[in-house]
């Protein structure tokens, strides 16, 4: 290895992992490091995943890939340091199972990452180092390649506990950013001319209560309103809990002219007794209440949600309650999951009783209706002039909507990220909602 090391990051999960790669990889760039291609790099950082058993997998699958691709491309082998979730909740285990890793950190220990890198590069041992969360949330320093859409975290952690999730023992209680910091911060972004901030937690609307402020959200948003409700901006927040979504934020939100009506509101259930099992902290008929002052109060509004299929002892009448929230919801955005027990999780020591196969034809029944569903709630948005906006998501040109409604283009022509075009929404013969660039008179896009 040269002098001056080169460091490619590669990231599993949400955007809150995405966000924390950003943050990762501005360390290393700020410690003198240099960027490169994963088979080039000296040192090839895994930021992980652990939500899920076919998360661990592929992570680990994709991780003895790119060591042996920079093995023979280097003719030496890279450093490979892995942080995150699954670090956290696997340590020992991946210990064995990649014997490849140098370095082994979790969630708590991303500031040292570039000094135990050139430790172990040094010295030639394995650098393995977890420490307790942080009892605050200070970070900052995210920096992003693209200049339209930014991540901002507002709070990490979680106190919810909900008995199939892995998250609150992998990243611990939650831990809310100052307010004044993240408005310093939103400054920032703004001066740096994106288009488009996502404001990301655990569980947004419950930013502040490890502060003592269980109002804290609704301020934040009231002053971003004030603060930046002349700029050209964007900015949407995910992810909510349904409990804790209230109708305050909704309001705030209707009348906002930056604040994008675009709520993440994952159900994970439709029966209420399957809810009960998970921890969730609300019935069905209080999700259809929240979901039906949204539709009310803001029409155009896109709701987005999470949904678990095959929970242990989940039967046909509990599964048919969650097609029945799917069709009188009528949600915009699904990511829809097979369940899988997790270490340390209550669930996992329930009977994992439904077979893979069962499973499997429920996920198909619930993305059919999913589906479904999805192409009567276009009817609303058909018709509609609006704005979106261009982004590059993997490497493609997309457009959004404010209410982050994906919309293929017709007939755009030159387009760039971080453009803006007036488009009116319809929908194609494949069932995909399109935009149709709005003309002026003349002849020229508006």
């Not at 050139?118 to 693209?146: D, I, L, M, Q």
């Not at 288009?195 to 003592?212: A, C, H, T, W």
């Not at 949407?236 to 709520?263: A, K, N, Q, W």
């Amino acid at each position: 290895m040269g002098d001056r090391l080169s460091v490619a990051l590669v990231t599993f999960g949400c955007q809150m992992n995405r966000s924390r790669s950003e943050h990762i990889l501005h360390l290393f760039l700020q410690d003198g490091f240099s960027e490169a291609q994963e088979e080039e790099a000296d040192v090839l950082v895994f930021n992980t995943c652990a939500v899920r058993e076919h998360a661990v997998a592929r992570a680990v699958g994709v991780i003895t890939h790119l060591y042996h691709a920079a093995l023979r491309r280097r003719g030496q082998p890279p450093c490979v340091v892995l942080c995150g979730c699954m670090s956290e909740l696997l340590r020992e285990e991946l210990l064995v199972r990649l014997p490849c890793v140098r370095v082994l950190t979790g969630t708590h220990n991303i500031e040292e990452l570039p000094s135990l890198v050139r430790e172990a590069c040094a010295t030639g041992e394995r650098k393995v180092v977890f420490s307790p969360p942080s009892p605050h949330f200070t970070e900052r320093g995210y920096r992003r390649k693209g200049k339209v859409s930014a991540y901002l975290p507002i709070a990490f952690g979680c106190d919810n506990f909900c008995s199939y999730c892995v998250v609150p023992y992998t990243t611990g209680p939650q831990r809310s950013k100052p307010h004044d910091v993240i408005l310093e911060e939103l400054d920032e972004v703004v001066r740096e001319g994106f288009r488009e901030v996502i404001l990301l937690g655990q569980n947004v609307n419950s930013y502040g209560k490890d502060l003592g402020n269980p109002r804290a959200f609704e301020s934040l948003l009231e002053d971003i309103e004030r603060r930046f409700g002349g700029e050209k901006i964007w900015v949407r927040f995910i992810t909510s809990h349904p409990r804790d979504m209230r109708r305050e934020i909704v309001e705030i939100v209707r009348g906002s002219r930056v604040l994008c009506p675009y709520f993440h509101l994952p159900l994970q259930a439709g029966s209420d007794r399957i809810l009960a099992l998970m921890n969730r902290g609300y019935t069905q008929k209080e999700y259809l209440r929240i979901a039906s002052f949204i539709r009310e109060r803001i029409p155009e509004a896109v709701i987005g949600t999470d949904i678990i299929v095959g929970f242990p002892t989940e039967s046909e009448d509990d599964f048919a309650e969650t097609l029945r929230v799917v069709q009188e919801v009528q949600f915009e955005i699904a990511y829809t999951y097979v369940y899988s027990p997790r270490p340390r999780t209550k669930a996992a020591q329930l009977n994992d009783d439904v077979p893979q196969e069962v499973k499997k034809e429920r996920l198909q029944a619930l993305n059919d209706r999913l589906r479904e569903a999805y192409l009567r709630r276009l009817c609303v948005h058909e018709g509609r002039v609006t704005e979106v906006l261009l982004l590059e998501e993997d490497g493609e040109l997309v457009a959004r909507t404010r209410e982050n409604l994906r919309v293929f283009l017709e007939g755009g022509g030159n387009l760039r990220a971080g453009s803006f075009l007036e488009v009116r929404l319809a929908r194609n013969p494949q069932g995909k909602c399109v935009g149709i660039p709005v003309l002026c008179q003349d002849g020229g896009e508006s």
